[in-house]
C-alpha cells in the first residue's frame, strides 16, 4: 500500500497462494493505485486531504476490526507497539508529503519517487539488519537510481518543481522509516497493525493540521464525494482487504506483488488524468520498478 510494510513478516515462503486472499491482495494494491486519482479531485491542500482520509479510513477500520472479534494487545507487547506508534506517525507524515508530490509534480512521478523507499531498505539493511548487502541488491539500487534520474531528471533541471521532487523524496525516506519500524514488530501484526498504524497517523496529522489552522476546513460540496470514496473505500476497505489476508500469502508473493501499485498509478494517471511521459521517463520508470522488484527477488 502506500506503506508496503507491514505485512512482510506475516506468513511462510513456501505456502501455497489463497486464491481468495489472494485476489483481496490485488485489489487493495489497484485501490492504492488510485488514491493520486481521487486526490486531484479534491480542491484542499494535502494535508486537509489526508486528515480527512485518515480520520474517515481509521473509523471505518476499528469497526470491522472489532466487529470481526479482534482484540488489541498493546499492554502484553509494549515493545513492539511503540514500534508500530512510530511507523503511524512516519506513515501520517509521509502521506502529506506524498499528497503535495501528486500536487506539484503529478501522480506519475510521485508515485515512482515514493516507492524507492523499499530500495532505501534495501541498502540500508547491512547496517540496520544485519543483512547481507548482495551483489543484486547492489544492482537493483543502482538500477532504480538511473531509473530516478530519467524520471525526474527533467522536472529538476527545470527548477519549476523543485519543492514537488523535494516532498516526493521525503515522502520516500518516510516509507523506509515506516518499513523499518514494521520490522521490529514481531507479534502485533495483520489487521491489529494496520489499526494502530492508521489510527496514530491520523492523529498525528491532526496535530499538525490543529497547529496550523485549528482544525478549520473549509470542504466544497462537491468534493465531499471524493473525500468520503477516499476515506471509506481507498483507505478503510483498502487496508482491509490488504491486510486481512496476508497470512494467506508468502511473504515474496507480498513484496514483489507490491509494486503493481505504483505501475497502476502510473497506468491510472496516463488514462484518466493525461499525465503524459516520453520514452525517457518510460524507460526509468521501468528501471524504478525493475530494480525494486530484483531487490526483493534476490533476498
Avoid at 490485488?26 to 480520520?55: D, K, P, Q, W
Avoid at 524507492?116 to 543484486?136: A, D, H, R, W, Y
Avoid at 490488504?242 to 491510472?268: D, H, M, N, R, W
Wanted: proline share 3%; charged share 10%.
Amino acid at each position: 500500500m502506500e506503506s508496503n510494510a507491514a505485512g512482510k513478516g506475516s506468513s511462510e515462503k513456501n505456502r501455497s497462494i489463497d486464491r481468495g486472499a489472494f485476489t483481496k491482495y490485488l485489489c487493495a494494491l489497484l485501490l492504492f493505485g488510485l488514491n493520486g486519482i481521487i486526490a486531484s479531485h479534491i480542491a484542499l491542500n494535502s494535508y486537509e486531504i489526508v486528515f480527512l482520509r485518515t480520520m474517515i479510513g481509521s473509523g471505518l477500520l476499528i469497526i470491522l476490526f472489532l466487529m470481526g472479534g479482534g482484540r488489541f494487545h498493546l499492554k502484553e507487547n509494549r515493545r513492539d507497539a511503540l514500534f508500530i506508534i512510530l511507523s503511524g506517525m512516519a506513515m501520517g507524515t509521509s502521506w502529506m508529503f506524498l499528497y503535495e508530490a501528486y500536487q506539484q509534480i503529478g501522480v506519475s512521478f510521485a508515485s515512482l519517487l515514493y516507492y524507492s523507499g523499499p530500495v532505501i531498505v534495501m541498502i540500508m539493511s547491512p547496517v540496520i539488519f544485519g543483512e547481507k548487502l548482495t551483489k543484486p541488491k547492489v544492482t537493483g539500487f543502482m538500477i532504480v537510481l538511473i531509473g530516478i534520474v530519467l524520471v525526474n531528471g527533467r522536472l529538476a533541471a527545470g527548477g519549476e518543481n523543485v519543492w514537488g521532487l523535494f516532498c516526493g523524496a521525503m515522502s520516500a525516506v518516510m516509507l523506509f522509516f515506516i518499513i523499518t519500524f514494521n520490522k521490529q514488530s514481531r507479534k502485533i501484526t495483520g489487521m491489529e497493525n494496520a489499526v494502530i498504524q492508521l489510527t496514530v497517523s491520523f492523529l498525528t496529522v491532526a496535530v499538525f493540521v490543529g497547529v496550523k489552522q485549528s482544525f478549520v476546513i473549509n470542504v466544497p460540496k462537491e468534493a465531499w464525494p471524493w473525500i468520503i470514496f477516499l476515506g471509506l473505500v481507498n483507505t478503510g476497505i483498502g487496508c482491509y482487504l490488504y491486510f486481512s489476508p496476508l497470512s494467506k500469502i508468502p511473504v515474496q508473493t507480498v513484496a514483489v506483488c507490491g509494486y503493481l501499485e505504483p505501475l497502476s498509478a502510473v497506468v491510472f494517471s496516463a488514462l484518466l488524468l493525461g499525465e503524459k511521459m516520453t520514452g525517457t521517463q518510460i524507460a526509468g520508470a521501468v528501471c524504478i520498478i525493475g530494480g525494486a522488484m530484483l531487490g526483493e527477488l534476490c533476498r
